[in-house]
């Protein structure tokens, strides 16, 4: 897959959340998704840092790694990982700019174009509205959902026990903080675990988004594409990449 250059990824924390609020108005929160949806990914990232405080800088590797299926059968076609030095620290809310170079990597190995991409992390519901989610739907021009393991920001009633359902994720706006919008849905995969966070990442309405992630869960807290992504990359991470080499594409930079 090809990326757009929309912006340097040399910069400082400050030219970061400049990008993320001009980058903010190109989000698409529409369903502009392909008529018949035939594959989709997961995608994920860990780190290898020399040392525990190096997490607050940009030292350390970035593993990325994605995963392509078949939809709506979840049977898998290929798979990719890339390791590579990591040159953005640790920001609160500037996810995207220490983890998506690494995942352009990843996805630059691909052959297998994507409908949509699920991610392991925010979209929509973030101070900015511009989560890694929706900033890689950006740069890649695709259909993106953020699929989070906890709250970034925002409140949410307890959705009710059962797998399917769902509560509004709702925050303060950013243009008026005495009002609130929904920004995604605490949404439960399974029955009476805890809830994950979807959210638009780009070219998908929430209610869209809240039904694709319910169509790739298969009876786990985690769904399929992006649970599949973190399991592979952290395998990548031990050295230990097991089954069928021929569908897996792995580089370390």
């Known amino acids: 897959m090809k990326a757009r250059h929309l912006h340097d990824w040399n910069v400082t924390p400050a030219e970061a959340r400049e990008i993320q609020l001009r980058l903010r108005q190109y989000i698409e929160q529409k369903d502009r998704l392909p008529r018949r949806i035939r594959y989709i990914a997961g995608a994920d ?17 970035a593993i990325a790694a994605v995963i392509i299926y078949k939809y709506p059968e979840l049977s898998e076609v290929e798979r990719a990982a890339v390791e590579c030095d990591l040159t953005f620290p640790y920001v609160p809310g500037l996810l995207s700019f220490r983890e998506i170079p690494a995942l352009l990597a990843a996805f630059q190995k691909i052959e297998t174009a994507p409908d949509v991409i699920f991610v ?18 950006l740069v890649l021009d695709t259909p993106t959902v953020g699929c989070a393991k906890s709250v970034l920001i925002g409140s949410h009633k307890e959705p009710a026990k059962s797998a399917g359902s769902w509560a509004p994720l709702i925050a303060a706006r950013t243009d008026d903080v005495s009002k609130t919008e929904t920004i995604g849905a605490a949404f439960r995969a399974r029955d009476s675990v805890r809830p994950i966070y979807v959210s638009i990442g780009h070219r998908v309405s929430l209610r869209r988004a809240i039904q694709l992630v319910r169509s790739v ?4 807290r985690i769904p399929k594409p992006t649970r599949e992504a973190d399991h592979f990359v952290a395998a990548f991470k031990r050295g230990d990449l097991e089954g069928d080499r021929s569908k897996i594409r792995f580089t370390r930079q």
Do not use: K
């Open 45 to 61: 990232c860990a780190f290898r840092l020399p040392e525990r405080r190096s997490w607050e800088s940009g030292t350390g590797r």
């Open 217 to 220: 869960s298969d009876g786990f």
């Open 120 to 137: 392991d992390g925010h979209g929509y519901s973030h101070p900015r509205r511009v989560g890694i989610a929706s900033h890689l739907g």
